[in-house]
């Protein structure tokens, strides 16, 4: 309780109480007397089972469990009081750590949302009670009534309570839209559960939560996979990177910086993760780079010049094996095109440069100005995003400035720590000029 | 690990077997039903598009496997049928297989379409795990019904659904890993192994969802048929996102391993070789799955501590580098793959990839060993004299810097893939 804000104490406190007036009001009208026991004891133990292993979803504080079919089970089998006591349950559910306060908010708000499904259950004329095979049709749509109104009204109670403790600023609403969709397929589940009771009883949970346990098995492995993949390449391209002592974390500073513009003009998950690769992987190219070039000191030479052209092309060759959208592929090839047409390798300009490579280009020249240099200390943010913006509609694309520098007012920007002098054993010392950095543009002599 | 897409003439001869059987089973399925005509169509036609839905959905689990579970639970589903909201179902094996057969066809179809061709040995397998279920379980059905609609005894009933559903699933782990020994090269114990690994989750989910599908058409009629296609299709996503990003994480990995080829420290296409043949060989000296992958990463970014160095050394880290700069290679890239925090074994190998055999390195890292100076001495190079003087001389060194049985593994694997031009 300690930490919370009274405010939310008090919102706390008024689920709690209402929780326990929809119970004592069922237990006065003598709605508990038709209450089938040992029905609701499997389905609590059921509900039980499911709240203790929740899925752990992206969003940080939300663990969404498939209890909700038990619950929507029960909200059929034995009717709002019946299905309240089941969501109650959620108090005792085996997940070490889990504060007090939480449990009982938890089994509070479970149980209002499961009295609220089970009075609309019963309003669209659902019969509580263990179906007949016969009636199996009439079930659909109270049931369907009864998901659509556990579902917003859990989500509501949820995201009240979240931003009341301050623990998310924003409810990410493209998240919710996803779960609102894996939600219909736990309440199926539900149906199933209530659908095969006349037959087999508890075995019908047993069936239906197996299927259930795998894919959630799955879905871990695939988290697991995928976050081991994430930090796989990052320590790639760190490698890539070790060559040029100065440049140590660009990638992922790129990759971060390309995903806060991306998520800022609304992109969807799937781009959203493209980006973040396509921004980390922008620079593995330089590799084939010869390294004297790269470090020559002064204006380089027209074929040099063109060495360096070519890098984004040799990143696009080494990635071009690996399944991402293509529009990644696109970032990669083209993060070093100019708005006004002047970049390279294809000199487009404007709307023809791809949207990934308008982003990563903005991200990768902030980055390059606001770490250090050798030639050059880090520039304060502000000075970097005053570049930006003089850069904007020359270099760069006016819209993603502007995306960019709204998203750091608001989020803020980490820059890198001051990079201390090289210590020469395995690195680089020698002067290497960037070619990200737009304020010491790369100068070339034509050979005559 | 995973092969490269075979085309229609890389079917072996245990495939060709498979397809043809299925190919009877199904003309005989087919023919059968249209003679005595189709009991129960609208039953039929339910769970047969049910069966090409899940066929459209088929996905790719690692390893280049094809799987298609909601149509392997719809098959199920079918089979096990006992009745459809109190009418008996009384269709036969027979037709169990023609609906199947349809389905599959109809759900490859549109894959055909765009350009997608089937794999005609996962439909065969597929078909003919459906066919065996049909043929050792329609026969019961009539009794069970009798059980169930008089006095109401599911449990048994139960039971013996889930013993048979058991043994098909074990007879197509047995068939699968039959044929992957045999394409793979590789034990089969060891494949039977791999098999069960890779189907126990996913079968265990289509086993669970074809029961209640069969449980839930007593209850439910055709209903059950939609309200149960959205749950497994939840299972379906999740294992699809996880086969996804699987075949990414190695993907990304081939392709950054070759950053040390386009930066000009080895030559071209040498790690690809390298993890090629360090595979083979893991293959041949009966390592599981899990284990080749882990050498197939390792393999792949043996050489990737050139990146930390300050001068790459000319032409690569040859057999004929000095040993410390090898090692030094070693270690560097061995701290490159700790940095991520999760390949912590796969750092291990390529940290001990120059010890002498004397040191007693991880098989692994042996493997690598040889692959890597068999591959120094041919360059990508498939002649047959020189492939013989190469593993000539890693036998004079076998023993002191070469793990004896690793050297003679490959001479095996050399031997049998030289002609197919594939090193």
Redo the contacts between chains.
């Keep these: 309780m300690r930490g919370l804000p009274w405010y939310a104490k008090l919102y706390l406190t008024a689920v709690i109480a209402v929780a326990f007036g929809l119970l004592g009001h069922g237990l006065a009208v003598g709605r508990f007397e038709r209450v089938d026991w040992s029905t609701l004891l499997v389905l609590a133990l059921l509900f039980l089972v499911c709240e203790s292993v929740p899925t752990l979803l992206n969003v940080k504080q939300a663990a969404i469990s498939v209890s909700f079919s038990a619950a929507l089970a029960a909200v059929v089998l034995v009717g709002p009081p019946g299905a309240a006591l089941v969501g109650m349950t959620a108090v005792f559910s085996v997940r070490p750590g889990l504060a007090l306060t939480k449990r009982l908010f938890n089994g509070a708000q479970f149980t209002i949302c499961g009295y609220a499904a089970g009075e609309v259950f019963v309003r669209l004329g659902g019969v509580a009670g263990v179906p007949e095979?016969?009636n199996?049709?009439e079930l659909?749509l109270p049931f369907a009534g009864a998901a659509a109104v556990y579902v917003p009204l859990n989500f509501a109670l949820i995201a009240v309570m979240l931003s009341l403790a301050a623990q998310v600023d924003r409810v990410p609403v493209r998240g919710m839209v996803q779960l609102l969709a894996?939600y219909?397929?736990?309440a199926?589940?539900g149906?199933?559960i209530a659908?095969?009771w006349?037959?087999?009883q508890s075995?019908?949970a047993v069936?239906?939560l197996?299927?259930?346990f795998?894919?959630?098995?799955?879905?871990g492995?695939?988290l697991a996979?995928?976050?081991?993949?994430d930090?796989?390449?990052?320590?790639?391209?760190?490698?890539?990177e070790?060559?040029d002592y100065y440049t140590r974390g660009h990638c992922t500073r790129v990759s971060l910086a390309s995903t806060m513009i991306a998520e800022e003009i609304g992109m969807g998950p799937e781009r959203l993760r493209a980006i973040r690769y396509a921004g980390m992987l922008h620079d593995?190219?330089k590799?084939?780079v010869p390294t004297k070039v790269l470090q020559k000191e002064g204006p380089l030479t027209e074929e040099e010049y063109a060495a360096i052209q070519l890098h984004p092309m040799?990143g696009l060759?080494?990635?071009?094996?690996?399944?991402?959208l293509d529009e990644a592929f696109a970032g990669i090839m083209h993060h070093h095109e100019r708005h006004d047409g002047t970049g390279y390798p294809m000199g487009l300009a404007g709307d023809e440069i791809p949207e990934f490579a308008r982003i990563i280009a903005v991200a990768d020249a902030f980055d390059s100005m606001t770490s250090d240099r050798s030639y050059r200390g880090a520039r304060p943010v502000p000075v970097a995003i005053e570049e930006l913006r003089k850069a904007a509609g020359t270099q760069f694309d006016p819209v993603m400035v502007a995306a960019f520098v709204k998203a750091v007012e608001r989020d803020g920007w980490e820059a890198p720590r001051k990079v201390p002098v090289p210590p020469g054993e395995?690195?680089?010392t020698v002067v290497i000029k960037d070619h990200d950095d737009p304020t010491t543009p790369i100068q070339v002599v034509s050979e005559r | 690990m995973i092969d490269s897409p075979r085309s229609w003439q890389g079917l072996d001869s245990g495939q060709l077997l498979l397809i043809c059987a299925a190919g009877l089973v199904t003309v005989a399925g087919v023919a059968h039903t249209a003679a005595v005509g189709l009991h129960d169509a609208s039953v039929a036609v339910g769970f047969g598009a049910l069966i090409a839905t899940g066929e459209l959905a088929r996905l790719t689990m690692p390893g280049n496997r094809e799987v298609a579970p909601i149509s392997t639970a719809a098959a199920l589903g079918y089979t096990l049928l006992l009745d459809m909201g109190g009418r008996q179902a009384q269709h036969s094996a027979l037709q169990v297989v023609a609906v199947l057969a349809v389905g599959m066809i109809a759900g490859a179809l549109p894959h055909l379409a765009v350009g997608r061709p089937p794999r005609l040995d996962a439909m065969a397998r597929r078909l003919l795990t459906g066919a065996l279920l049909a043929f050792a379980f329609r026969p019961l059905a009539e009794p069970l019904y009798e059980m169930t609609s008089h006095s109401d005894q599911w449990t048994p009933v139960l039971g013996v659904m889930a013993a048979m559903i058991l043994l098909a699933l074990l007879c197509d782990i047995v068939v699968a890993a039959l044929l992957r020994a045999d394409q793979v090269r590789t034990a089969f114990p060891v494949a039977v192994r791999d098999e069960l690994r890779m189907a126990a989750p996913l079968g265990a989910a289509v086993a669970a969802s074809g029961l209640l599908l069969a449980l839930a058409a007593h209850s439910m009629d055709m209903a059950a048929l939609l309200v149960f296609a959205a749950p497994l299709l939840v299972t379906q996503v999740a294992f699809r996102k996880y086969a996804g990003i699987r075949a990414t994480y190695l993907q990304t990995v081939r392709a950054l391993a070759r950053v040390t080829e386009v930066g000009g420290y080895v030559e071209p296409g040498h790690s690809r070789r390298v993890s090629r043949l360090s595979v083979a060989v893991g293959r041949e000296m009966g390592l599981a799955e899990p284990e080749l992958l882990e050498l197939e990463y390792a393999a792949l970014m043996h050489d990737i501590g050139q990146l930390s160095l300050r001068d790459p050394i000319p032409g690569g880290a040859t057999v004929l580098t000095d040993p410390a700069q090898a090692r030094r290679i070693a270690e560097l890239g061995a701290e490159v793959i700790k940095q991520t925090g999760v390949l912590d074994r796969v750092a291990e190998i390529v940290r001990r990839q120059c010890d002498p055999v004397a040191e007693g390195p991880p098989l692994a890292s042996r493997i690598i060993k040889v692959a890597n100076g068999y591959d120094d001495l041919m360059g990508g190079s498939t002649d047959r004299d020189r492939a013989g003087a190469a593993l000539e001389r890693l036998r004079l060194a076998a023993g002191t810097e070469y793990d004896p049985a690793v050297v003679e593994a490959m001479a095996r694997v050399v031997d049998r893939l030289a002609p197919l031009h594939r090193l």
């Design positions: 095979i016969e199996f049709e659909i894996s219909l397929g736990y199926t589940f149906l199933l659908g095969l006349a037959t087999v075995i019908s069936l239906v197996l299927p259930l795998v894919a959630r098995w799955a879905f492995q695939y996979q995928q976050r081991s993949y930090a796989t390449i990052a320590a790639l391209c760190q490698a890539v070790t060559k593995v190219g590799l084939g040799r060759e080494i990635v071009r094996g690996i399944d991402f395995e690195a680089e």
